[in-house]
Nanobody, 124 residues
């Protein structure tokens, strides 16, 4: 089993920045797992934000490109999401995701493990 714990959410004004972090643990977890971030805006479905292959390839949703940066520290089993130039439409619950078999974790159906989520609220 794998556990994912997010931190770093909160309230920020439009144009501000936040950094989300996720730490993975569990007997079966390894640095070869695909890891990423999804979000669920109020009243909407969950959507892909960013993902990072264990070898370093990165993937971004169009809405995140140029503003968000994903990074991971395989030695510490962590993945982070630096979010800059935040907009009110970025308001959502952000979920850390991981999967043993999928390296480019860009679709929900590929996710094997989810974190509990952390709230990000961007005020206008």
């Amino acid at each position: 089993q794998v556990q994912l714990v997010e931190s770093g959410g909160g309230l920020v004004q439009a144009g501000g920045s936040l950094r989300l972090s996720c730490t993975a643990s569990g007997r079966t977890f390894s640095s070869y797992y695909g890891m990423g971030w999804f979000r669920q805006p109020p009243g909407k479905g969950r959507e892909f934000v960013a993902a990072m292959h264990w070898a370093g390839n990165t993937y971004y949703a169009d809405s995140a490109l140029g503003r968000f940066t994903i990074s991971r520290d395989n030695a510490k089993n962590t993945v982070s999401l630096q979010m800059n130039s935040l907009k009110p439409e970025d308001t959502a619950i952000y979920y850390c995701a991981a999967d043993r078999y999928t390296s480019d974790l860009t679709t929900m159906r590929s996710v094997g493990y989810w974190g509990q989520g952390t709230q990000v609220t961007v005020s206008s």
